[in-house]
Antibody, heavy 118, light 108 residues
């Protein structure tokens, strides 16, 4: 059974940093691309970042470029999102999502809440 | 960036009725369109991919159609557990992958 469990969310002040983690199990982690998707309060889903199977290629939504860094540790089956220079508009539930290899997100975690507020 | 526009924003129906949700793309996405369901406090769930394909385990009452810029998600006979928010998503031109703003399916 595929399981994705996010952690690392919390309350942070504007300009602060957080590191999200997603622990994966139930599939061969190193053979699938992975993504982070967020849902802000009262808003819809927004893709944030993606990473290739090996980690060699990374992709970002424009508003997070230069502030967020996606990475992965295939030996530990973990996905990460380092978030710096956080803004109020980054407040959201962040989900990690397994990519079936073609930009289709076939499994999702339950999410971790990030609140950026003073 | 491809913009996806979903309609209606809210759809009020009763169990047993047929639901028709629409998603229109700002440019052709071929058939590279997926649909997701999200219930409050839960993770999104993949319902349909490549416009009309159902993953294993998704009930047959969910079906998708369309190509190019116009797509439809149909729920043939609503069950109580189907009341949720539905999103479409394109993978034709990325990054970024983009989602529609969602359609809330509520009980009438």
């Amino acid at each position: 059974e595929v399981q994705l469990v996010e952690s690392g969310g919390g309350l942070v002040q504007p300009g602060g940093s957080l590191r999200l983690s997603c622990e994966a199990s139930g599939f061969i982690f190193s053979t699938y691309a992975m993504n982070w998707v967020r849902r802000a309060p009262g808003k819809g889903l927004e893709w944030v970042s993606g990473i290739s199977e090996s980690g060699d290629s990374t992709y970002y939504e424009d508003s997070v470029k230069g502030r967020f860094t996606i990475s992965r540790d295939n030996s530990k089956t973990r996905l990460f999102l380092q978030m710096n220079s956080l803004r109020a508009e980054d407040t959201a539930v962040y989900y990690c999502a397994k990519d079936n290899g073609r930009g289709v997100f076939d499994y999702w975690g339950q999410g971790t809440l990030v609140t950026v507020s003073s | 960036e491809i913009v996806l526009t979903q309609s209606p924003a809210t759809l009020s129906l009763s169990p047993g009725e047929r639901a028709t949700l629409s998603c229109r793309a700002s440019q052709s996405v071929s058939n590279y369109l997926a649909w997701y369901q999200q219930k409050p406090g839960q993770a999104p769930r993949l319902l349909i991919y490549d416009a009309s394909k159902r993953p294993t385990g998704i009930p047959a009452r969910f079906s998708g159609s369309g190509s190019g810029t116009d797509f439809t998600l149909t729920i043939s006979s609503l069950e109580p557990e189907d009341f949720a928010v539905y999103y479409c998503q394109q993978r034709s031109d990325w990054p970024p992958f983009t989602f529609g703003q969602g359609t809330k399916l509520e009980i009438k």
